[in-house]
């Protein structure tokens, strides 16, 4: 089994204080996973832990057992909030990628912007937040990355938008290899469309595997329903 991610006792502490703290999972290649977790618990730190943007304080991370640095180009990355480039249009920021990148696959991401509606020659600024997540999303896709990571991509979208979001989000994992872990604080958002879990507590991950699995363990450790 080719694992995507593997974490070993990773640890980034600001200060005294431990953000993520001694994180041990491993998420298997091509699965959608959840890293669910209240506010605070350390997602954001985590997902900027495995792109590389920030060094562990303790142990250690591989990516398709490299380091991350070694592998940014098979890892797409949508931060919370992504400050997309607000004056330029989708088509523009399209055509820009392709400059950037020579995995770049632009007519995929023209093709999926053109089959949810969205105007390509409107500055991306004045698109819905919905409009623009989807803009964002194809984005990270157009790098046809290896593993694509989401930092709490639905938390700000109305309900029919974080439904389409996570629509485009499974059916482009359907049509491809991509790993995909995304964060949320709220479970009840992904699990329809996740089939790894880990969730994270002050600092540290309370539960990693894959759901039904913890759904089984769960139902063991309840035992019966009182009265059946
Ligand atoms: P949220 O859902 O609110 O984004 P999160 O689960 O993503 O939260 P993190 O943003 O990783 O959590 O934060 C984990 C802890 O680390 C929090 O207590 C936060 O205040 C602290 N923290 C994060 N970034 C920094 C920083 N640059 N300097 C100091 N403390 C930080």
Known sequence: MELAVETRGLGKRYGRTWAVQDCTLE???GRI????????????????????????????????????????????????????????????????????????????????????????????????????????????LAKR????????????LDPLARREFMQTLMGAVAESETTVLLSSHLLADLERACDHLVVLQQSRVQLTGGVDELLDTHRTLAGPRAGS
């Open 145 to 156: 990355p290896r593993l694509l990571l989401l930092d709490e991509p639905i938390a700000s």
């Open 27 to 29: 998420l298997p290649a």
């Open 33 to 140: 996973a959840a890293l669910v977790g209240p506010n605070g618990a350390g997602k954001t730190t985590l997902l900027h832990l495995l792109v590389g943007l920030l060094r562990p304080d303790a142990g250690e991370v591989r990516v398709f057992g490299r380091d991350p640095r070694a592998v940014l180009a098979d890892v797409g990355f949508v931060a919370q909030d992504t400050p997309l480039y607000r004056d330029f249009t989708a088509a523009e920021l399209v055509t820009m990628g392709g400059k950037l990148n020579r995995r770049w696959d632009a007519p995929l991401a023209r093709d999926r912007l053109a089959r949810l509606g969205i105007p390509p020659d409107k500055p991306v600024g004045k698109l819905s937040g919905g409009q623009r997540a989807q803009v964002a999303l194809a984005m990270a």
